[in-house]
């Protein structure tokens, strides 16, 4: 490829990256894309073949100054949208100054303008998206500047100066372009990689996509909200959008459901739930001498660790403030300053958040066993349950009817709350596809008497409500299912697919509110294997990396970075301790411990070794010197003794022939030509120039002296470029033309032959 062209191919792929971040905000409608792709290529293809069709600089400037008035319309009344408004008109700048004749200038304004669309998207996104453009943006970055200056510093250097720049001792070496550019540029991307990731990991982070957040058109989340009416949860079920990542620090013992909202007042007639808990505070009290923790509620007596579960949740963008985390959570770390908590324990955090959200929830997943809730027969129930979780608003009187004949003889609450909960799921059915038979009557009534199917709000409410007709305090949470396990990055991956609906019930002697779920198996989802499934958790584990360790990077994961690095030093530690120990001992064992003589295993084993590595390091030093790699000269000794074998390749000869034909090329274009019946010493005389008769003495040394090209390459190299300076400098008039000279004088004078000699001699 020339070298012009890959100059205008990485040129243009630079200015692309800018616009491919932009594309992979998400933010731009579909037609500048397009039409931006469609001017990219054109526009090269125009610059590569056909540069005479490319428009003056003084009109692309007058379209440029037509496209403003264009932009603060397109702002103001179609978009709305300041920041989709700049994007599109840096685009259409862009695309103009393609089409324009550029000098130097012009290229650089390109690549500042790429340089500007980049940063745009990284305040619009926080996306792992956004990598991808980042690493393009950084490769054709240092590439194109590379290939820029290189472009621009060979027009201003003729023929015969970069050749001699190129010259070495043994052969001439032409510059190293194209895709020896890009290798280079790989190289550096490394290099800087090496240095900034440490620094990367110590600095602290802060959050992203601020402009995004302010004039973006969010794809926050649905169905949350605290007033849920019965119905609403089929519009989300089947979205597969991902709600939250979730690690956990050990593997759980049972399922887990991430819990939301809790819902206490419930209004018979329409089906609606709300909560209505206030929150204490705007912000819980902070935990004195540690960093970002708040306490939810103070630990129960007797509660070992082994009974808490630490939860890290990514939370993605939210049309809300909930914060959702496993039952009972006891602490939070690394929570905004404005999250809040009500009495049932649900959290809130930020209005609205726009940006990810990245949190550490402990909860006490243990809580009583099912015997010790069978026993428990009390009824002593606070005041605020009593009026809350007991309410019961105007239903069809059969709801309690069934009710009081599904639990039949049952007594305790736990017995009563497990019958109800047996009896919704083996005689209903689930299903996302609600109907109603009878509007004249409440949708719980309508549920359990004629429909019997429906979905886990309907089944949650129903069994609420026949529980409160019965006397036992129950209530309402919208959540998550514990979602699909990603085993590549060792997290559960939520989705909106997952939403959920359970029901609490209140045991007063434990003072302890215990989940059921009355909601059959086929509305519990299930993840089988495919390669489809692997795909999408490949894309999913890369994702989360992005959010753990850019995104959402903070103290507390720095620490935990640092205390694994650790761990992995002290590992290493002991393992070549170990492996060092033992091969003391097998050194031991290969002498007689009464002699301190070697035996004869050791012996011959001492040997093979020795052989071994000196025929390797032989073989390597050859077939390195033979490829003429330089780095063996440091890895392997044996490239020092090259000359033992090599001596009688020096190429010396072949060296003097080029410099001096360099020269010979050199006084050629000047208009002074070598006969071939002239030796090299009688030319250099004849020509009057001080600098020929020292590069053909040289050239004797070298060639008929046996001296080496190296002892005389920087007098050959400043003779070259004195010639140089000197033959561009005006020539004064030549005499006239003298007698012929005899054959072999030769001279200035003498007749022109411009074909170059086939021999030196």
């Not at 005689?427 to 979905?455: C, K, M, W």
Request: glycine letters at 6%; proline letters at 5%.
């Amino acid at each position: 490829m020339k070298f012009r062209n890959y100059f205008l191919l990485s040129s243009f792929a630079f200015v692309a990256t800018g616009f491919l971040a932009l594309v992979l905000t998400g933010r731009l409608d579909i037609i500048s894309p397009v039409l931006y792709i469609a001017a990219v290529v054109g526009a090269w293809w125009i610059e590569r073949n056909r540069p005479d069709l490319l428009i003056a600089r003084k009109r692309a400037a007058m379209i440029s100054a037509i496209a403003i008035p264009l932009t603060v319309v397109d702002i103001l009344i179609v978009t709305r949208n300041p920041f989709l408004g700049l994007a599109r008109f840096a685009l259409l700048l862009a695309a103009i100054k393609l089409f324009q004749k550029k000098d130097d200038s012009d290229w650089v304004w390109l690549y500042g303008l790429a340089f500007g669309q980049l940063l745009l998207a990284a305040s619009l996104t926080v996306d792992a998206t956004f990598l991808v453009s980042l690493m393009l943006f950084l490769f054709f970055l240092v590439t194109t500047l590379s290939a820029f200056e290189i472009e621009r510093t060979h027009r201003k250097l003729n023929r015969v100066e970069e050749e001699e720049f190129a010259m070495r001792a043994d052969r001439p070496r032409p510059l190293r372009r194209g895709w020896f550019v890009s290798a280079i540029g790989g190289g550096q991307m490394v290099l800087v990689a090496l240095l900034a990731v440490p620094i990367f990991f110590i600095l602290p982070r802060f959050g992203g996509g601020y402009l995004g957040s302010a004039y973006s058109q969010s794809q926050t989340l649905s169905g949350f909200s605290e007033r849920v009416n019965l119905g609403d949860l089929e519009n989300i079920k089947l979205n597969r959008t991902v709600v939250m990542y979730v690690k956990l620090d050990r593997p759980p013992n049972r399922p887990l459901r991430w819990r939301g909202l809790v819902l206490e007042e419930f209004d018979g007639v329409r089906g609606a739930w709300r909560a209505v808990r206030p929150f204490r505070g705007t912000t819980l009290e902070r935990v004195p001498g540690v960093p970002s923790r708040f306490d939810v509620e103070p630990l129960a007596p007797g509660t070992v660790a082994s009974d808490l579960l630490e939860q890290t949740i990514y939370l993605e963008p939210m049309s809300n403030q909930t914060l959702f985390a496993a039952s009972r959570a006891k602490r939070i770390d690394n929570a905004p300053r404005e999250v809040a908590v009500d009495a049932t324990g649900s959290l809130r955090g930020p209005r609205h958040h726009t940006s990810r959200l990245s949190y550490v929830v402990t909860s006490d997943v243990v809580g009583p066993s099912e015997s010790e809730l069978a026993k428990d027969t009390s009824t002593d129930y606070p005041e605020d349950v009593r009026t809350l979780d007991l309410q019961l608003p105007e239903i069809d009187p059969r709801v309690a009817e069934l009710a009081r004949s599904v639990i039949d003889d049952a007594v305790t609450p736990h017995d009563k709350a497990r019958r109800i909960e047996l009896y919704l799921k083996n005689e209903f059915e689930y299903s996302l596809e609600l109907t109603r038979q009878d509007t004249s009557i409440d949708p719980v009534a309508d549920f359990l008497i004629n429909v019997r199917q429906g979905h886990c709000e309907y089944f949650a409410t129903s069994m609420a409500i026949m529980l409160r007709s019965v006397g036992v305090p129950s209530r309402v949470v919208n959540g998550f299912q514990t979602g699909e396990y990603n085993a590549i990055s060792e997290t559960y991956t939520v989705r909106q697919a997952d939403a959920h609906s359970w029901v609490e019930v209140y045991f007063a002697g434990s003072n302890e509110w215990i989940e059921f779920d009355p909601t059959p198996a086929a509305g519990l989802n299930s993840y089988d294997p495919s390669l489809a499934a692997d795909l999408r958790k490949s894309i999913e584990a890369m994702q989360l990396i992005w959010i753990r360790y850019v995104v959402a990077l903070d103290t507390h994961e720095q620490l935990s970075i640092f205390r694994s690095i650790q761990g992995g030093l002290i590992e290493a530690k002991t393992w070549v301790t170990t492996k060092f120990a033992s091969f003391r001992r097998s050194i031991a064992e290969m002498f007689d411990g009464r002699s301190g003589t070697m035996s004869m295993p050791g012996v011959l084993t001492v040997i093979v070794v020795a052989m071994l590595g000196v025929g390797a390091l032989s073989i390597s030093g050859m077939l390195l010197h033979h490829r003429g790699w330089r780095i063996g000269r440091f890895v392997f000794p044996v490239w020092r003794w090259r000359r033992w074998w090599d001596r009688s390749s020096e190429p010396s000869q072949k060296a003097a022939v080029h410099f001096y034909e360099q020269m010979c090329a050199m006084l050629d274009k000047a208009g002074i030509h070598r006969q071939p019946f002239t030796t090299p010493r009688e030319f250099g005389v004849e020509c009057g120039l001080e600098e020929v008769r020292t590069i053909t003495e040289h050239y004797h040394r070298v060639r008929f002296g046996g001296e080496t090209s190296r002892s005389v390459e920087r007098d050959v190299a400043s003779a070259l470029a004195s010639l140089a300076s000197t033959l561009r400098k005006p020539r004064k008039a030549q005499p006239a033309e003298p007698p012929a000279a005899a054959p072999g004088s030769g001279g200035p004078g003498g007749s022109v032959d411009t074909a170059k000699p086939k021999s030196t001699e």
